[in-house]
């Protein structure tokens, strides 16, 4: 959905369903519910108020910041979703950090290495004394390209069934404990290869004399919104 703010002070709401949406409406049996809804700020620069200042910064974001047209594919929309936070001085967002892949981000066919233990973290700047309440992560959504990989968690806990659309399949794994720092989530899963033929191996790869395929997990805290996004490589 978006919001085009016209030189007549009219708010226009340009509103789709997301293909899901759409799926979901079209089967007619009663199961389309809108119970929540978000917003984003996919579209701001916030440095035009580190550069201008908090008066003039808004003032030129709100008059020249164009507004994307809303997506109807829901992986693309709500990058940047907004948050309510009950702290009012906060001033540091949580991040998502990837704090360890078993043998690196490099998966060597030849050599057997078809599988990673990674462990994900909730995390906030040093002197923060802890992660709000309310932006604790219990949960974390992780995406990846089902053609090259798959995913399970490492230790016992939830994980919901894994969705697929456009090749990115998604799952939401429950923290299992608190981060190493005591502030945030914490989980382990374990990441492996798909077990595909050369032929496949050399469609979809760089080609050349080192061929190889890059592909990418992306996480993200469902309270905090923060996400992070890894970066494997596939040798063959």
């Given amino acids: 959905m978006g919001f085009l ?28 519910v809108i119970s929540k809804f ?15 200042g908090t008066t003039v910064g808004k003032e030129k974001i709100s008059k020249n910041t164009p507004i994307f047209e809303a997506q109807t594919n829901g992986d693309l929309a709500l990058k940047y979703r907004l948050l309510s936070v009950s702290v009012p001085d906060l001033i540091v967002l949580p991040l998502i950090q ?7 981000s490099v998966f ?9 233990h990674v462990t994900i973290e909730q995390t906030i700047a040093a002197g923060i004394i802890a992660v709000p309440t309310d932006l604790v ?3 974390f959504v992780v995406q990846w390209d089902n053609r090259f990989l798959n995913i399970q968690r490492q230790t ?14 998604s799952v939401t794994v429950a923290a299992s404990n608190q981060s190493s720092s005591g502030q945030g989530g914490l989980v382990d899963i374990d990441i492996s290869l798909n077990g595909f033929g050369d032929d496949y191996y050399d469609t979809y790869s760089t080609g050349g004399s080192n061929p190889e395929i890059k592909t990418q997990v992306t996480i993200s805290g469902r309270a905090s919104g923060a996400s992070v996004t890894q970066e494997f490589t596939i040798k063959k």
């Fill in 108 to 116: 060597a066919r030849s050599e057997g290495l078809t599988q990673k």
């Fill in 38 to 52: 978000a917003f984003g700020d996919d579209e701001i620069d916030y440095s035009t108020i580190r550069k201008f």
């Fill in 137 to 139: 992560d219990s949960a």
């Fill in 156 to 169: 016992s806990g939830g994980m919901t069934t894994k969705t697929v659309s456009n090749n990115v399949a």
């Fill in 98 to 104: 990837i704090t360890h892949i078993q043998d690196g």
């Fill in 5 to 32: 703010d016209h030189s007549t002070n009219n708010i226009i709401v340009d509103a789709v369903l997301t293909d899901t949406g759409r799926a979901t409406l079209a089967k007619n049996d009663g199961s389309f």
